[in-house]
Nanobody, 124 residues
Framework: QVQLVESGGGSVQAGGSLRLSCTLS????????MAWFRRAPGKEREFVAG???????TTYGMTGRRFTISRDNAKNTQFLQIHSLQPDDTAVYYC??????????????????WGQGTQVTVSS
């Protein structure tokens, strides 16, 4: 089994920055991909960014260049740096991990492990 624990969410004013973290434990050697998704109130879960665990290749969703995904394999942790936060970024942010090598990285169904989510609230 794999466990994911997010941290780093909170309440910030528009224009601020946050760095979200997701720590992986358990059978971490089985993980091929990790990603961040978010769900805003009343909206579908949205792909934010993904990274291959071994090669570090990144994929970004439609959220734009204000988001940067990275990982520290030695610490079994991935990060999501968010700059210039806007009220529309208010959402629960979820960490996800996939053990399959070939996946559609933007689809939530590709990931078999999920964290509990961390709330990000941006005020104007």
């Amino acid at each position: 089994q794999v466990q994911l624990v997010e941290s780093g969410g909170g309440s910030v004013q528009a224009g601020g920055s946050l760095r979200l973290s997701c720590t992986l434990s358990g059978r971490s050697f089985s993980i091929q991909h990790m990603a961040w998704f978010r769900r805003a109130p009343g909206k579908e879960r949205e792909f934010v960014a993904g990274i291959t665990w071994n090669g570090g290749s990144t994929t970004y969703g439609m959220t734009g260049r204000r988001f940067t995904i990275s990982r520290d394999n030695a610490k079994n942790t991935q990060f999501l740096q968010i700059h210039s936060l806007q009220p529309d970024d208010t959402a629960v942010y979820y960490c996800a991990a996939a053990s399959s090598e070939s996946i559609a990285v933007v689809r939530p169904t590709s990931y078999n492990y999920w964290g509990q989510g961390t709330q990000v609230t941006v005020s104007s």
